[in-house]
């Protein structure tokens, strides 16, 4: 009986560590969700800087 006992609380224990690495595991991929918006909202602010750039730039001319 006791060995059944100890059994069952060896389980338990990796079950219990197998959901606390879950939770770990989908924190992790709600941070990189987020970094993946915040890094596509920089890149699209970047390229709409870059167009309002180029239209600046395109009044001046060099001389060949």
């Known amino acids: 009986m006791a ?5 069952i609380h ?3 224990e990796g079950i219990e560590q ?7 595991i989908d924190e992790a991929t709600q941070q990189n969700a987020a970094l993946v918006e915040q890094a596509s909202a920089a ?5 709409d800087q870059a167009r309002l750039l180029e ?8 001389a060949a």
């Open 43 to 47: 890149a699209q602010s970047m390229q």
């Open 55 to 62: 239209r600046a730039m395109s009044v001046f001319h060099l």
């Open 18 to 24: 197998v959901n606390r690495a879950l939770s770990q």
């Open 10 to 12: 060896e389980q338990t």
């Open 3 to 7: 060995e059944i006992s100890e059994a």
